[in-house]
């Protein structure tokens, strides 16, 4: 994220997220966080106005408590242009209630593995979700992202736009799935696929 706020990013879908690690680390790129999980709550409305609008307003902890707002999306170059404001809270309980009082309520509740590097002024995320592993990319100019992406060795056309959570609606019609949340207890025994989810692997 940057000075102005805003949040440019795209994301790959991998079938070998430790051979990528590799990649990433050969590259010189340094790890600012190891592994940790991200429990992230999704909040919207009674009559869901803000993701109507595209916008999304979400509460996640991982090392600290951390409320974020998400306007609409639009595609520059190729990436996922949005707007972005975050902010730390000192307390993830007193920030939920905060947020319940305000009149919005939680619509999802969905959790991550992530680990993030930085290498030439990018953040480099590999994410592991319940549904498959993906690597994120972020940084303020469209060209550095795509030049990453081909120096990590990704197929730039299987690059994806949408978020983990649009993800998850798409599986849920195309799967038929009866649950709201995408928490890994949820996927226990269920094997899921680059086609279910439609899209490409990147790394092959």
């Given amino acids: ?4 706020f805003q949040e440019l990013e795209l994301k790959y879908y ?12 050969s590259l010189g790129a340094e790890c600012t966080q190891p592994r940790v999980q991200e429990i992230n709550l999704r909040f919207d409305s ?17 090392t600290e408590a951390r409320i974020t707002f998400k306007g609409p999306s639009q595609s520059t170059e190729g990436v996922r242009l949005r707007q972005e404001i975050e902010f730390i809270a000192d307390n993830f309980q007193a920030a939920r209630e905060f947020l319940l009082a305000l009149g919005y309520q939680v619509i999802l509740v969905y ?3 992530r680990t993030t590097y930085v290498v030439d002024d ?16 972020e940084g303020v100019v469209p060209a550095k992202i795509r030049e ?3 120096r990590l060795g990704l197929n730039w056309e299987a690059r994806i736009s949408e978020s983990y959570t649009v993800l998850f609606d798409h599986l849920k019609e195309q799967l038929g799935l009866n649950f709201n949340n995408l928490v890994f207890e949820n996927f226990q025994g ?3 696929t680059a086609q279910d989810l439609n899209v490409l692997p990147a790394d092959e």
């Fill in 14 to 25: 991998v079938n070998d997220l430790d051979h990528l690690r590799e990649r990433v680390i």
């Fill in 122 to 137: 990018l953040q480099i995320l590999l994410d592991e979700l319940p549904y498959g592993n993906f690597i994120e990319i």
């Fill in 46 to 62: 009674l009559d869901y106005e803000l993701s109507s609008a595209g916008k999304a307003l979400r509460l996640r902890y991982d």
């Fill in 1 to 4: 994220m940057n000075k102005n």
């Fill in 190 to 192: 269920l094997k899921i």
């Fill in 148 to 150: 990453i992406s081909e």
């Fill in 111 to 113: 959790e991550k593995f």
